[in-house]
């Protein structure tokens, strides 16, 4: 009998495969129909720190609005309730999502620098999240701010929202560093029990008819796996930290991949938006399937195997096998 059980983040999961951060988790009965398909978590989808400082200045400007005037400026106080718009519903609804399922619920936020907001990792935990995703996702564009800077605010950050925390932590990465494994082990050293690798960033399009820019957010496929791919199997043993795949997982067979590579977990969206929760259990059964034929007996057996560490050629990963890659196109050429 296969055992598809795994750790991550100190959580026991019956599987690895868990709904990444999206609009899956932005309805209960979603939420409910993953777990009858067998997810073995889910991660909440991002609450902003955009969301959650707006929240802060309009509910400021509606309190000290006319309190000047006279006494009986406290009738000019708004209804709280009209003005929970965000991060009150999304409390909420983690609470709500934790009475109702039996899988681990890990909350989402998704931000770049300190500050008030943070405080709301504890009111995320409060609600009964099992476990914290920090989402830094940041586009530089100051010529003036440096690699060092940037890295340095980011690590400030995970450590301020790690005081906020008695659940586990992790980290979901881009990425665009230009030494990854050295971050990402500062990261680790800032608090972080994990990271998630890697997050999508939105790319922008232009409309060449009406000459504005316009959003483009494509779902992925499974091409975008080996990116991904090849750092888990770089960081695995290397850093203290459990790692999770994310970005280009939607079969069986990029599930094997990431454990392959040393991965806890993959996180899964695109997939799951595309074709409903159902493929949950067709991934899972195709799971089962191969690891029986290839005589695996759990996922504990194959983490790793394929990892830098563990291949008879480290090279495959590096900058040695670039020119073995290109010259495998030669005999294409017409």
């Known amino acids: 009998m296969t055992e598809l059980n795994t750790t991550y983040l100190g959580l026991n999961l019956k599987n690895p495969l868990v709904a990444s951060a999206s609009p899956l988790s932005k309805k209960l009965e979603t939420v409910?129909?993953?777990?009858?398909?067998?997810?073995?978590?889910?991660?909440?989808?991002?609450?902003?720190?955009?969301?959650?400082?707006?929240?802060?200045?309009?509910?400021?400007?509606?309190?000290?609005?006319?309190?000047?005037?006279?006494?009986?400026?406290?009738?000019?106080?708004?209804?709280?309730?009209?003005?929970?718009?965000?991060?009150?519903?999304?409390?909420?609804?983690?609470a709500k999502i934790k009475e109702s399922v039996n899988i681990p619920v890990i909350g989402s936020l998704n931000g770049i620098s300190s500050g008030g907001w943070v405080n709301y990792a504890k009111?995320?935990?409060?609600?009964?999240?099992?476990?914290?995703?920090?989402?830094?996702?940041?586009?530089?564009?100051?010529?003036?701010?440096?690699?060092?800077?940037?890295?340095?605010?980011?690590?400030?950050?995970?450590?301020?929202?790690?005081?906020?925390?008695?659940?586990?932590?992790?980290?979901?990465?881009?990425?665009?560093y230009s030494a990854l494994p050295n971050f990402a082990n500062r990261l680790v050293a800032a608090g972080a029990n994990g990271l998630v690798l890697f997050n999508r960033f939105y790319q922008p399009d232009i409309d060449t008819e009406t000459l504005e820019v316009v959003p483009s957010l494509n779902l992925s496929t499974s091409d975008e796996l080996r990116l991904p791919l090849r750092w888990i199997a770089i960081l695995y043993g290397s850093i203290k930290a459990d790692l999770a795949l994310t970005t280009g997982v939607h079969n069986e067979k990029d599930v094997l991949k990431a454990m392959m590579a040393g991965a806890n977990i993959v996180e899964i969206a695109s997939e799951l938006i595309a074709h409903g929760p159902k493929?949950?259990?067709?991934?899972?059964?195709?799971?089962?399937?191969?690891?029986?034929?290839?005589?695996?007996?759990?996922?504990?057996?194959?983490?790793?195997?394929?990892?830098?560490?563990?291949?008879?050629?480290?090279?495959?990963?590096?900058?040695?096998?670039?020119?073995k890659a290109l010259q495998s196109f030669d005999h294409k050429l017409v």
């Open 32 to 94: 409910k129909k993953l777990e009858d398909a067998g997810i073995g978590a889910v991660v909440m989808y991002s609450l902003f720190e955009e969301q959650i400082s707006h929240e802060s200045q309009a509910l400021d400007y509606f309190l000290s609005r006319g309190t000047e005037s006279f006494a009986e400026a406290i009738s000019y106080f708004p209804e709280l309730d009209n003005y929970n718009i965000g991060p009150e519903e999304y409390l909420e609804l983690i």
């Open 123 to 176: 009111k995320i935990e409060q609600a009964g999240a099992d476990a914290l995703e920090l989402n830094i996702y940041y586009i530089p564009t100051d010529v003036k701010i440096d690699s060092k800077e940037l890295e340095d605010a980011q690590i400030e950050l995970v450590a301020d929202i790690k005081k906020q925390l008695s659940i586990p932590l992790s980290v979901k990465l881009g990425p665009y």
């Open 279 to 323: 493929r949950v259990t067709e991934i899972l059964q195709g799971l089962e399937t191969w690891m029986v034929e290839y005589e695996y007996r759990s996922i504990q057996q194959m983490r790793g195997s394929m990892s830098h560490k563990a291949v008879a050629e480290p090279a495959a990963f590096e900058r040695a096998n670039y020119m």
